[in-house]
């Protein structure tokens, strides 16, 4: 079934349906997933202009649509040009040998087959290898990586989506503004709550202060704050003793109000002079060392006065913190709102323990019986739902993974039922034929 799309002529070997739907464990409400694969002409496969990978996007279903496949506007579609198909499939990738090793006759799940597609579908033993059972557990482990560092940001910040609702309250009653909110919580944050963007968005003339903020909500708002290089300071006299923070700047009521040049007793602000990499001389008079938003300034002062005192910045310490914050802030406003739904119901991610959970169990199936079947028999089905269906804790689940990839390993060292590598030379001759060359 040849058809044309932007401009380039392919041939459509064959479309399945794909995940959850394929595996036979769907909620009412998954997504209609489809992937298949395609062939591209000789002339444009070897041309030096452009080459074809995969095709996506969504364009791609008006046409399959225009052939005749039942699909959907709202389907995701993906098409694997076979070059790209064979090399992931010799590598044993899972998504792939999903499509490779499917019950084919199944019409519930093949949308369209044709000779060429059934010839590669048939030779799938060129491929299975010893080597799944590193792709396999390898990306179940993987799934286990997530969900453990999710549980991290889940145990550690409870309350955010408490903060995200108290700055959508602030920011609608013209409290805050777009810049408040990236200020100390960052880009995405705010662009969470306010649906602007960082090259169009409003300012407010004045907004409440951060010590307003904290005062209108009954948690620590500061931990879920970026951190500010002026939090991770420390103060020393000429002998490199440490101080107190108020004992070298006692002019002023802190450090903190001299250091960013809003001191408001006495006369004094100050400037420094860099010593080193993260060490920093003060002086007197100037207009302050840190930015509004904690960080040191790029330039050093012209006018430094008297000596007062030296300050080092931890800016590893600085970096972990503020890292740490980011990476939780962008889970959190990038979250697929399906998965946030099961995070905030269970405690984890039963959909990435699911899969975690199917993936161990075909890595085993591949080691014990020499085949793949995607679809899960009785037995795996069970388990595998009661897991996304948050019927297994947390700390069942991570015990039993990590005691499946050790039998795994076992299996590994043990079995005789598959091939210990791809048959490379046939399958090379197995993508030519299909390519007519």
Avoid at 97 to 114: K, R
Avoid at 279 to 284: A, I, N, P
Avoid at 407 to 429: A, G
Wanted: charged share 30%; glycine share 6%.
């Amino acid at each position: 079934m040849k058809f044309t799309y932007n401009n380039k002529e392919y041939e459509l070997l064959f479309l399945s349906v794909a995940g959850s739907r394929l595996y036979g464990n769907p909620r009412p409400d998954s997504d209609w997933d489809y992937r298949g694969v395609i062939k591209e002409t000789v002339k444009d496969k070897i041309s030096l202009l452009s080459n074809t990978d995969q095709l996506q996007g969504p364009g791609l279903y008006k046409t399959l649509k225009d052939l005749g496949l039942n699909l959907h506007e709202t389907d995701d579609i993906e098409l694997y040009e076979i070059t790209k198909f064979v090399k992931l499939a010799r590598d044993n990738n899972p998504n792939i040998m999903d499509f490779l090793c499917m019950d084919y006759n199944n019409p519930q799940t093949m949308l369209y087959l044709s000779n060429q597609g059934k010839e590669l579908l048939d030779n799938k033993d060129l491929f299975l290898s010893k080597k799944s059972k590193f792709t396999f557990s390898g990306y179940g482990v993987s799934q286990l990586k997530r969900i453990k560092n999710h549980k991290k940001f889940i145990s550690e910040f409870p309350h955010t989506n408490k903060v995200l609702e108290y700055l959508k309250n602030l920011y609608n009653n013209q409290f805050i503004d777009f810049q408040f909110i990236s200020d100390n919580f960052g880009g995405q944050v705010a662009e969470k709550v306010t649906n602007e963007t960082a090259q169009d968005h409003k300012n407010l003339k004045v907004v409440i202060s951060w010590e307003s903020l904290e005062k209108g909500i009954d948690i620590n708002i500061e931990k879920y704050r970026v951190p500010r290089l002026i939090d991770y300071i420390k103060v020393y006299d000429i002998a490199h003793r440490e101080l107190g923070l108020n004992t070298a700047l006692n002019e002023v009521d802190t450090i903190e109000d001299s250091l960013l040049g809003e001191a408001t007793h006495g006369t004094m602000n100050a400037s420094f002079r860099k010593l080193g990499e993260n060490t920093y001389s003060v002086f007197s008079k100037g207009s302050g060392i840190f930015t509004k938003e904690g960080n040191i300034k790029a330039n050093e002062s012209e006018n430094i006065g008297d000596f007062i005192c030296i300050l080092k910045a931890d800016k590893n310490l600085f970096k972990q913190h503020k890292d740490r914050i980011q990476k939780m802030w962008n889970w959190k406003c990038n979250r697929n709102e399906k998965r946030a739904v099961l995070e905030n119901k269970y405690g984890f991610d039963s959909k990435h323990a699911s899969h975690l959970v199917r993936l161990l169990l075909k890595a085993e199936q591949i080691l014990l019986k020499g085949v793949y079947t995607p679809e899960l028999n009785e037995e795996e089905l069970k388990l595998v739902t009661e897991v996304k269906n948050g019927e297994k804790t947390y700390e069942w689940i991570v015990q039993w993974a990590e005691n499946k990839d050790k039998e795994l390993d076992e299996l590994y060292k043990t079995t005789n039922k598959i091939q210990n590598k791809p048959q490379f030379k046939k399958i090379n001759n197995l993508l030519l034929r299909i390519y007519n060359v």
